[in-house]
């Protein structure tokens, strides 16, 4: 079955430098990638994905990128600020989206005033 | 209000009392999913359901039932709970062909003593 490792475990960075959060599918079958956000005591909710047939895919502060040759997709977050904190959990999907999610560990992120 | 709920909230037991955690939603979605959050784990799929009277196994079913007799309930059943069983558990549902986006219920922790 699929594999999501996820890295860093945690991070932590100065307020308006940017975050980035790595991933690697053990799948090449796998062509969906969303990413949640899961603020403390809260449920994880969904802020952005991206498909196998696009490389990059930005939506405000956020972005994440694609290497299908390499098996590994990342969240970059820019100008970060304090409700950034929070744990972030990757994942991967098979027929886009149509197959079970396969979640990393989560990486959980705290942004220094 | 769209929303998937989750009862109880929280919930003390002991080794070997069954219990059993309801999980519904008003979203009329196709795909439901149990997961569990430990520490370092990340998200684990225990049981999910495409649809009525169809479930499969995640990828941590040992120990757990579930069942899928009405389109918006899917309860989870844990015949003879076990100390290892002490998690944080989420449900979750999805259209069916957007298993990528899924909303999460607020979770329910259990401590098994």
């Known amino acids: 079955g699929e594999n999501v490792e996820q890295h860093p475990s945690t991070l932590s960075v100065q307020e308006g430098d940017s975050a980035v959060i790595k991933c690697t599918y053990s799948?090449?079958?796998?062509?969906?990638f969303p990413w949640y956000k899961q603020e403390l005591g809260k449920r994880p909710q969904l802020i952005i994905d991206?498909?196998?047939?696009?490389g990059e895919k930005k939506d405000q502060r956020i972005a994440v990128t694609l290497n299908k040759t390499a098996k590994h997709f990342s969240l970059h977050i820019t100008e970060t600020q304090p409700e950034d904190s929070a744990v972030y959990f990757c994942?991967?999907?098979?027929?886009?989206?149509?197959?079970?999610?396969?979640f990393g560990t989560g990486t959980r992120l705290t942004i220094i005033p | 209000e769209a929303q998937v709920t989750q009862n109880p909230r929280y919930l003390i037991t002991v080794t070997g009392k069954k219990l059993t955690v309801t999980c519904s939603q008003n979203?009329?979605?196709?795909?439901m999913s149990w997961y569990r959050q430990d520490p370092g784990l990340g998200l684990r799929q225990i049981y999910y359901?495409?649809?009525?009277?169809?479930?499969d196994k995640g990828d941590v079913p040992e120990g757990y039932k579930v069942s899928r007799k009405e389109k918006r309930n899917f309860p989870l059943i844990l015949e003879s709970p076990s100390p290892n069983q002490t998690s944080l558990y989420f449900c979750?549902?999805?259209?069916?062909?957007?298993?990528?986006?899924?909303?999460f219920g607020p979770g329910t922790r259990l401590t098994v003593t």
């Open positions: 979750a549902s999805s259209l069916r062909d957007r298993v990528t986006e899924q909303y």
């Open positions: 799948d090449s079958a796998s062509n969906y």
């Open positions: 991206i498909r196998s047939n696009v």
């Open positions: 994942a991967a999907s098979k027929n886009f989206g149509n197959e079970k999610l396969t």
């Open positions: 979203m009329n979605h196709e795909y």
């Open positions: 359901s495409m649809n009525v009277e169809v479930t």
